[in-house]
């Protein structure tokens, strides 16, 4: 069955960067895309961008351009969500997701809470 | 970006009640709108997809509708389980956009 395991929870000072990993098994990882998600506290869910697994090419939301770089890993089917100049308004939990172009997103982490606090 | 605006932002039912979310895209999106249920603490659970289809496992009580840039999800007889917080999102486009969700308390 399809897992995506995600790194542990993080803390980091303002201005700092921080990297989230999500580790994909029980699937050919190089078949599908990968999103980034995040939910800061009591808030909604905001799309921050996507990962070919096989190619490696990502797109970004525009407000997260020049900020955050995805990356993968093909020989430990993991992909990596890098955010940098972090600043309060990061504080959330991170997901990452398992999704082609138009699908939903029926695979999910079980969620990365990054605090960003001096 | 393609704005999904959810109503109501929060509502109060009873056991039992019928219950419609409604989600209205600003431009068309065809049918690439799916529906989540998030419990807290936990990661969002994909219920309806491309506007009208059941995902496997999830009860039947949940349905979805479209017409146009407007879309429904439908809880027929709630169940103190589906008390949780309910997101449309459209993949018509990056980026993928969500509505600002429906919180469903109970009554």
């Known amino acids: 069955q399809v897992h995506l395991v995600q790194s542990g929870a993080e803390v980091k000072k303002p201005g700092a960067s921080v990297r989230v990993s999500c580790k994909a098994s029980g699937y050919t990882f190089s078949t599908y895309y990968l999103h980034w998600v995040r939910q800061a506290p009591g808030q909604g869910l905001e799309w921050m961008g996507i990962i070919n697994a096989s190619g490696g090419s990502a797109t970004y939301a525009e407000k997260f351009q020049g900020r955050v770089s995805m990356t993968r890993d093909m020989s430990t089917t993991t992909v990596y969500m890098d955010l940098y100049s972090l600043t309060s308004e990061d504080t959330a939990v991170y997901f990452c997701?398992?999704?082609?172009?138009?699908?939903?997103?029926?695979?999910w982490g079980q969620g990365t809470l990054v605090t960003v606090s001096s | 970006d393609i704005q999904m605006t959810q109503s109501p932002s929060s509502l109060s039912a009873s056991i039992g009640d019928r219950v419609t979310i409604a989600c209205r895209a600003s431009?068309?999106?065809?049918?690439?709108l799916n529906w989540y249920q998030q419990k807290p603490g936990k990661a969002p659970n994909l219920l309806i997809y491309?506007?009208?289809n059941l995902q496997s496992g999830v009860p039947s009580r949940f349905s979805g509708s479209a017409s146009g840039t407007d879309f429904t999800l439908t809880i027929s007889s709630l169940q103190s389980e589906d008390f949780a917080t309910y997101y449309c999102?459209?993949?018509?486009?990056?980026?993928?956009?969500f509505g600002q969700g429906t919180k469903v308390e109970i009554k």
């Open positions: 997701a398992r999704a082609n172009y138009f699908d939903p997103f029926e695979y």
């Open positions: 431009q068309t999106i065809s049918s690439y």
């Open positions: 999102q459209q993949t018509f486009r990056t980026p993928y956009t």
């Open positions: 491309a506007a009208s």
